[in-house]
């Protein structure tokens, strides 16, 4: 690769050619909660209302994942405009480890506080449990979302966006053959409800661990010895997090904004206005697709630039993604 494509023009082109498969990605992401909806309702409404209940408490460690991920992005896009390859392994190498340790701390810390919050927001017991039954199986599997948002993140710095669309693609079909099966149980599987949705969830996440996993194999920034000559480092660790940190607390201001909703909603309409209210914030999400697409690539060539030291290319990408937006929010406005 050259000193980096990325940070030279043609800036239009190379927006379209990552954002665009970022954002079909994030719609099917967004059908992949659709779907879980939709199989929800056959269990019945409090089904349905107790994994709204438990969304805002999905978004939370989406927000964290993906914020790691974003810091990843961003990381590792200036190391590959500075061309430094030492810099980029070290970065995947404790990205990796600390997308682990919150895999391992998750599950120990979170089902309690999940509880608090399903009770605060007045929900039914049944809802409740509904709710507390399908955050506790993500729990579970938490750490696999961490390690593929890591692994996302490497491969949207080098403007490799479409893996993670492949990947978001087929488990949207598998999610739709496995919820059946999981939720109300087939041959010598049991029925397991909205704990079989989450462990869909879990066991699609685990295929992309794996596709992801040998798409950042192949990447010519990495070598057999990716994960065993870098140094662990606490300094390394420290700077992902100082990057992803404010981007998972943005990300989670719209997870606590949902939590609000819910408590009015509830308190004011009861358990089948929360289910409803479920179901269409799953489908509004499909207005942010291309906005998630613009992001992705924005850091990308950000970093890119900002590590070749191409200063007036960073100004350029902001005004013309900037334009870009615009015109896709009016657009959308109709």
Known sequence: MSKDRLAKPPINKELRRIALPA??????????????SYFAGTIGTNAIAGMTLAFP??????????????????????????????RFLKLLKNGFLLA????????F??????????????????AIDYGMRYIITVMIGYVFFMINFIFNGVLYAQGNSKPFRNFLIVATIV??????????????????????????????QMG??????????????????????????????FDILRQGVPSAMNNATIALGIFVINYYVQYYGGTNTLAAYGVAIRI?????????????????????SYGAKAIDRIYTVWKRATIGGLIIMGVGCF
């Open 175 to 204: 999610n739709i053959g496995l919820n059946p099966i999981l939720i109300h149980g087939f041959w010598f599987i049991p029925g397991m409800d909205t704990a079989g949705i989450a462990l869909a969830t879990v066991l699609v």
């Open 109 to 126: 810390i979170a089902p309690s506080i999940s509880r608090m919050v399903f009770t605060f927001q007045g929900a039914d017991e049944a």
């Open 208 to 237: 992309g661990t794996v596709y992801l996993y040998l798409q950042v194999r192949k990447s010519p920034w990495v070598n057999y010895t990716a994960f065993k000559d870098p140094e662990v480092s606490g300094r390394t660790a």
């Open 57 to 86: 408490v999905f978004m939370l460690l989406l927000a964290l994942a993906s914020g790691m991920g974003a810091g990843m992005n961003a990381l590792s896009s200036i190391a590959i405009g500075e061309n430094d390859k030492t």
């Open 284 to 304: 509004e999400q499909l207005a942010l697709v291309p906005a998630v697409g613009i992001n992705v690539a924005v850091i990308s060539l950000v970093g890119r």
């Open 100 to 107: 682990m340790l919150f895999g391992v701390l998750i599950p």
């Open 23 to 36: 954002a079909i990605g994030f719609l099917f992401n967004t059908l992949f909660n659709v779907v879980d």
